[in-house]
């Protein structure tokens, strides 16, 4: 939606109507194709293809919560991207890892990031950690046409609740359904053997320093057995985004801190090739 600059100069009619705090609400109302899952695509036969991300991992730790993603996508068998961003912040306190159709899932981050704008310009205050995990769910069911042709987006959301006092992870499935996750959790392609590691390094007195080496050690193991999940890469200086939430806000790793924590699990793992578990057989 545009406004006519080149006759009155004014905007249209739309934006100056008093309305929902939702932006989701006011673009259906106005503009309604605008929406990634109001879209009509032409038919097709069979999947379409399109890049793929894979793998969103998030852990708690005592005063925060750390949300990272692996950078490569794929198209079928072959590597689309190898140094694409999946994890993004939704605000100030909390973040968004995408897994999915890459594109569509991109699209949905931006529009979950202006819903959460629009509303507290709106109403002059936050929602809720819980309001924004239910609002994400909206946004994830209304693209559910889009999913039965295989363009599925099936986030990973992650954020610090001022009211609760601690870092709190939601994952979704593709009609949006929501589940609090306690702990540490995992989505996409590499999530099976994302979540093994974690189950075995978790622990709930982690410091955050140990949570992001937990989380950078399991998108490792998800690439040593998933042929989607890209492992760091070195020669490329490629490493994942490893991002932290605390009572602070919002902070995702420089690159350097990323390497050094990527680098570290890589000696451990040429010193035991096969985990921890060799040295005590």
Known sequence: ??????????????????????????????QPELLPGK????????VIEAPHGTTIVATTFPGGVVLA?????????VIAQRDIEKVFPADEYSAVGIAGTAGIAV??????????????????????LEGKANRLSTMIRSNLGMAMQGLAVVPLF?????????????SYDVTGGRSEEHGFAATGSGSIFARGAMKKLFREDLSEAEA?????????????DDSAT???DVARRIYPIVTVITEDGFRRLTDDEASEIARSVLQRR????????AALL
């Open 1 to 30: 939606m545009e406004a006519n600059t080149r006759s009155t100069g004014r905007l249209p009619a739309a934006f100056l109507t008093p309305g929902s705090s939702s932006f989701m609400d006011f673009l259906s109302e106005h």
């Open 39 to 46: 879209r009509q695509l032409p038919p097709v036969q069979g």
């Open 69 to 77: 993603g692996d950078r490569r996508a794929t198209m079928g068998n």
């Open 107 to 128: 699209e949905m981050v931006k529009l979950f990031q202006l819903e959460l704008e629009h509303f507290e310009k709106v109403e002059g205050a936050q929602l809720s």
């Open 158 to 170: 992650a954020g610090y609740d001022l009211d609760r006092e601690k870092g709190r992870i939601f």
């Open 212 to 224: 992001t080496t937990l989380v950078v050690q399991a998108l490792y193991d998800a690439a040593d």
């Open 230 to 232: 890209g492992g760091p």
């Open 270 to 277: 040429l010193e035991q090739p096969d985990g921890p578990r």
